[in-house]
Antibody, heavy 126, light 104 residues
Framework: EVQLVESGGGLAQSGRSLRLSCTAS????????ISWVRQGPGKGLEWVGF??????????EYAASVKGRFIISRDDSRNKAYLQIDSLTDEDTALYYC?????????????????WGPGTPVTVSS | EMTQSPATLSVSPGERASLSCRAS??????LCWYQQKPGQAPRLLIY???TRATGISVRFSGSGSGTEFTLTISSLQSEDSAVYYC?????????FGQGTKLDI
């Protein structure tokens, strides 16, 4: 079964750091980019960042609102992607999803964010 | 920036719903639609503006290009009650619309 599962969320203090994990199974993780999307309480979806396949350099893109505080990385040997959040603020309180993004096979193919994890909640307390 | 309208739409079972998404600049056909039910992760419905994702009912159809897009849901069923989001992937950063809540 093709699956993504996030972990690492919880209660964290304002100003501290937190690292979330996204574990993939059932597909060739190394061939895919991963996006991270968050959803604040009662709010809509906010895309926060993306990491390419290592075959395309494993480079990253970020939303302007999080650039400089969020760092996305990946470890293909563990089928994991990571989202590190530094200098946590109240505005980071949200449910964080990872989603399967572009396929980097013979050619780059994007067919939507087609696989999502159930999300991991982050609550920032001041 | 992606703008969806209306914010809320109430439709009777069996009818058809049309949800709108407008982009502040052209995204060509690089647009997706997602459905999100309470307590669940989003589910991909449509990519490339009009291509249904795997396993998605033919009752869901997408149209449009450039800056104006529509998601049409025909023969509405109670299970279609959800929030629907559009998302552009033509340029960085990706962006989502604010969502349309559909009540059946």
């Amino acid at each position: 079964e093709v699956q993504l599962v996030e972990s690492g969320g919880g209660l964290a203090q304002s100003g501290r750091s937190l690292r979330l994990s996204c574990t993939a199974s059932g597909f060739s993780f190394y061939d895919y980019a991963i996006s991270w999307v968050r959803q604040g309480p009662g709010k809509g979806l906010e895309w926060v960042g993306f990491i390419r396949s290592n075959s395309y350099g494993g480079t990253t893109e970020y939303a302007a609102s999080v650039k400089g505080r969020f760092i996305i990385s990946r470890d293909d040997s563990r089928n994991k992607a990571y989202l590190q959040i530094d200098s946590l603020t109240d505005e980071d309180t949200a449910l964080y999803y990872c989603a399967r993004d572009r396929y980097y096979g013979d050619r780059v193919v994007f067919r939507g964010l087609d696989v999502w994890g159930p999300g991991t909640p982050v609550t920032v307390s001041s | 920036e992606m703008t969806q309208s209306p914010a809320t739409l109430s439709v009777s079972p069996g009818e058809r719903a049309s949800l709108s998404c407008r982009a502040s600049q052209s995204v060509t056909n690089k647009l997706c639609w997602y459905q999100q039910k309470p307590g669940q992760a989003p589910r991909l419905l449509i990519y490339d503006a009009s291509t249904r994702a795997t396993g998605i009912s033919v009752r869901f159809s997408g149209s449009g290009s450039g800056t104006e897009f529509t998601l049409t849901i025909s023969s509405l069923q109670s299970e279609d009650s959800a929030v629907y989001y559009c998302q552009q992937y033509a340029y960085w950063p990706y962006s989502f619309g604010q969502g349309t809540k559909l009540d059946i």
